[in-house]
Every structure is written in C-alpha cells, then in structure tokens.
C-alpha cells in the first residue's frame, strides 16, 4: 500500500522559515517525481513546486521562487521543501504528491492530474 505522508507545518511569523518533509512508502521512490502543491482556505489547490526522478531542474511557481527549495532524498525516499522568509499569503494546506514519470527523467509533470498519490496535507500558517 502506497503512503505519502507529510510533516513539518506549523506556525511561523513573517519572515521565519520552515522545512516541510514528505517520506514515501509502498513505491519505487527513483521512479517518481513529486510535487508540493497548497490550498489555501476558499481557494483551489495549485503547484507549488516539482522535482524530477533525478532531482534536476526542480520548478518554482513565481511567488516562491529564490524564497522556497525544494529537494529530495532517495536513500530516504523523502522530499523537502525548504521554506524561506515566510509570508502570510504563504499560509496553506500543503500536499506532497508523487507522479510516476517511467520515461521522463530531469523534469517533472506539472498538472495535478498528473500526480498518481497524495498526502494527506500539513498545514501551514504565517502571522504578519
């Protein structure tokens, strides 16, 4: 059985950080990019990050880009997000997805459709 479970979220003030973590299991990590995507409340959930199988060039949505790093770890079959000078439009439910990607190396799906397994979501929230 597949599981993506995430962990990391809390609560940070403007300008903090926070490193999100998302460990896989049931799955051949190498064979799968992974994304973060977030919901923030009334809105849809969208992309906020990819990495492909071999952990080149990783995607940024613009509003995170040089703040956010994402990044992953085989041995331990988990992914970060790294999460620099937080601000409150940051504030979400942050899921960890993962998308089997057999012919597809150095990039990453960016269509949640695209992602085969879910987190749960750990949620995040930043005071001004």
């Known amino acids: 059985q597949v599981q993506v479970v995430e962990s990391g979220g809390g609560l940070a003030q403007a300008g903090e950080s926070l490193r999100l973590s998302c460990t896989v299991s049931g799955l051949n990590f190498d064979e799968y990019a992974m994304g973060w995507f977030r919901q923030a409340p009334g809105k849809e959930r969208d992309l906020v990050s990819t990495?492909?199988?071999?952990?080149?060039?990783?995607y940024y949505v613009d509003s995170v880009k040089g703040r956010f790093t994402i990044s992953r770890d085989s041995a331990k079959k988990t992914t970060y997000l790294q999460m620099n000078s937080l601000k409150p439009e940051d504030t979400a439910t942050y899921f960890c997805?993962?998308?089997?990607?057999?012919?597809?190396?150095?990039?990453?799906?960016?269509?949640?459709?695209?992602?085969?397994?879910w987190g749960q979501g750990t949620q995040v929230t930043v005071s001004s």
């Open positions: 990495i492909s199988r071999t952990g080149r060039n990783p």
């Open positions: 997805a993962a998308a089997r990607t057999p012919s597809l190396y150095n990039y990453a799906p960016r269509a949640q459709s695209d992602f085969d397994y």
